[in-house]
């Protein structure tokens, strides 16, 4: 067996072999220590060979322990060294040993989706570990679980989590559909295999939803969704969602009913705000100023009266300000991030208003826009928000006013139009399918 293994290998330096002889009998061992729990090795194959050796027992370990499986398929020996298996041979035979290294052994707190009420732990890069997380939130004899490898080089494992008594058999259809035709060499984390799914590389809006918490796992699970685990990643890829999904935060639920309703309308307006506001502001200050008082219109071109160019070129001026701003937030070590952030605005928009680049009305558009931009929860949904504000600004240096409403309503057809794996993105509820299973799970 060893030699099979080195001359499929090369005889690579990480390598070990070893040839065990306890006085009785001998037993070939490979493994690679870098991915092996050196602990189960020892407890689970080195003792009971070497020091509690018993013929009998020994064969009877093998045969019937759960971490020993008998793996006579050369060609699978490579396979299993790779994903951290150990292979030994004894009496003639191949068994292969799970002593896959966990790098995790306990959840972490949410970063990405904090919640002030609800639970704080959030999933792990260990697929064995989300699991049991989301088992233990969706404690249901009906909760499906189907495993997969997708990566021709990384041969990531993949979990598709369902409840087969309320998911909608259309879109597990189409899902299935997808992932076979999903052909790459290295997958490495949950937000590459969504975009690998997703079946129009130029759709605007995301039409599957990731997300780090198992609680919202659960949530959408119990409302017929369906659900990917990717080994590597700490993000959940649920399918499908609705355009409501993503300005949905786990705290609405958390909080009284009321007050959960008056946040989410809260967050509506930030969304249109920072979608709209800049392109109403070249709107009026260039094409339409009857939309306001004669006061503040007055106000607005008074504060302008400095600028030496069009509101449309102080307005993507700003704008390429605060992208930078956000981009090296997110880019700088997080411990200056924020800080170097909030410092880079101030400074920049006063000094730019100062200098006469850019009106003061323009700093408090900016501003509002920035901050509307961080109500929204989903970060990918956000990313699409922010780019459909390009396309408003563009259309309102041309068209004014009348370009944007003709543009808002062009957005929302399209979003009646698009799909989310066969469901409608738009809709205020996906039905499940109530069929009874056309297969035996």
Known sequence: MIEEVKAKLGNPADLTTEIMDNGYTTMELCFFPSMCDSHQVKDGILIPFSYRFDPDEFRRMLRSDLDFTYAPNQDEWIDLLLQGCVLLQYEGKVYCFDAIRKLQTQPEDTEVEASLQGPQSAMTEDLDMNTYLIRLRYNSPTLVIRKLQKGEISRTRINIIYDRDKVNRQSLEELEKRLDKVKTKLLQASGQLAMLLGNNRYTIFPVTLQTERPDRVAQFLNRGKIGLLVDGSRFAIMLPVRFFDFMHAMDDDYEPFWMGRVIILFRYIGMMLSMTLPSL?????????????????????????????????????????????????????????????????????????????????????????????????????????????????????????????????????????????????????????????????
């Open 281 to 441: 502001y070249i709107a009026v200050s260039m094409y339409n100023p009857e939309f306001f008082r004669v006061q503040l219109a007055f106000s607005i071109d008074g504060s302008r009266a400095a600028v030496p160019y069009p509101a449309f070129i102080e307005v993507f001026i700003m704008l390429f300000m605060i992208e930078a701003l956000i981009e090296a937030s997110i880019r700088l070590p997080r411990f200056v991030g924020s800080t170097a952030a909030t410092v880079g605005g101030l400074i920049l928009g006063q000094a730019a208003q100062q200098a006469g680049l850019v009106s003061s009305i323009m700093i408090i558009v900016t501003s509002v826009v920035a901050i509307s931009n961080f109500v929204i929860p989903n970060s990918s949904f956000s990313y699409s928000i922010r780019a459909l504000k390009y396309v408003f600004v563009v259309t309102s240096i041309f068209y004014g006013m009348v370009g944007i409403i003709v543009m808002s309503f062009i957005t929302v057809v399209y979003l009646c139009n698009l799909r989310s794996f066969g469901q409608p993105y738009l809709a205020l509820f996906l039905p499940n399918d109530k069929q009874p299973s056309r297969r035996t799970e």
